[in-house]
Every structure is written in C-alpha cells, then in structure tokens.
C-alpha cells in the first residue's frame, strides 16, 4: 500500500485542484503538507525508481517512477539517498522551502509521465492513497527490471514483432525498463512505428487472400507465351504486312504486361523489404 510522504503530525495546507497562482496550469498539482520545521524526514510514498533533480520551481525534488506513475516530491532542503531503486517508506529526502516556496511544506505531486503538459495528466494523491495498486503475488509493483534478459523479451522480441525493429539498449533502458508490462505495450503500440507495421500486415493479408502470387505467376506464363509466338513468327523470312501488324500488336500488349509485372515485382519487393 502507498502512504504519505511525512508521519504525522502535519497539515495539508493546500489540496489538489484548488485554484493556485503559483500553479504551471493554475491549479494546484498536488498535496502540500507543512505544519513542521526544516529537516523532517521525507519518505517514499511508493517503491520505484528514484531520481533527485534541482529545479527552480521544485527546488530539491525527489521523482520516484513506480512503473505507471511518477510521483514528485518537491522543496526539500536536502536529498537523504542517491538516484536508484527505493523502496516505499524509505527517507529520500528532508522537508524544506527550496524552490518556489513560501514556507518549509512538502509538495506531493503524481503524475501519468515525467513532464506533464496539462493538469488533466496529474492524479489527485487522496484517490491514489484510496485505490488499491496493481502488484504481483508478492506485494510489490510488478515492474520490468532493466536486465538482459528482460531486454531480450521486451527490447528485441515484442519491440520487433510490434514496432517491425528491436529497440536499443539505451532505448530499453530509457522507455520500457521500470515500466509495468501493460504499460510497456501502450509504450511500443502508441507509436508511428507500430502503425507502420499494422499498415503492412494489413497489406500482406490482402495479398494472401487475394492470392496475389498466383496472379503473377499467370501474368509471368501470359508473357512467356506471346515470347514464344513472337519468335515463331519472326523466324519466318518473308512477313507479310498483316503478319507486321499481328508482331507488331503483339510487342505492343507485351510491353503493356511487362510493365504491369514489373509494377507488381516492384510492389511486392517494396512490402518485404519495409516488412524485414
């Protein structure tokens, strides 16, 4: 279960949501707690992936990623631990007033991705504490560490079969590792790349209904054939001019479906190629 960043005693001065002039989208992102002097522990309300960042609206501000969510922790005066793995409960940081602040309060912000871009992405912290979690079988949030093994599963074999490419070990490492295995899906799914692959798979099944490979290889017997008729009538040393005619519109309908053949070798040639 996640829990609050401070131990009681504390008072929530300011709520989610509230109209707030400080606030990026005018409203306030998350919880504050204050009611306490600097130097308060600080505690991870979830266990995921920590980074301390300094930035001049946060000040000192503890990110911790637990595989769906990011939860920020801002204004503290100092960082209690290093970037890395964090286990809920554990000290990340003292409380303080860094940052655009008014007074010594943690500021506890949760968010679907690591810069959000309007309020609607944010998670009011009240109903985050109120909603069970998703976990395994042994309480902890099941997210996908980032190991070779796992960049093989997810890195090399689902990034191919749905992006058409593997990912790179920095590319696992930056957007899948840490994550849930049902985010890691949207992740590769939600992604151009991916509707490339659909489009031609889309493609491939038309041609295999359709029977594509069959029509060329007629097509390919139809030229063999007027080849063989052009040859006959040209071995004969005395043409007639109906018999010109006849060659004549012969190589004219055979240029006609080589063209056509070459226009579908090309095609097709085309789809394997962006296919592999």
Known sequence: MPRRPVNAPYTITTEFGVPDSYAKFGRHSGVDYAGFGAGRPVYAPVSGTLTNIVSPTGGNMVQIFDGRYYHRLMHNSSFSRGNGRVNEGD??????????????????????????????????????????????????????????????????????DIRGRQL???????YIAGQTGTRALEILSDDPEADVVRNWQNVGKTAVN???????????????QRDKLIAEIKAKADLSDSLQKKVDALQTEQAQDQATGNAIMRFIGKLFRTSN
């Open 91 to 160: 000290e990340v940081a003292k409380a303080g007033t860094t940052g655009l602040s008014t007074g010594v309060h943690s500021h506890w912000d949760i968010a679907d991705r690591a810069t959000p871009t309007a309020f609607s992405q944010f998670i009011n912290p009240a109903t985050f504490l109120a909603t069970p979690q998703p976990t395994n079988n042994q309480g902890v949030t099941d997210m996908i560490p980032d190991q070779d093994n796992y960049y093989w599963r997810w890195g090399q074999k689902a990034a191919q």
């Open 168 to 174: 790179s070990r920095a590319e696992f490492s930056k």
């Open 210 to 224: 359709d029977k594509w490979d069959q029509q060329i290889y007629n097509l390919q017997d139809q030229v063999k």
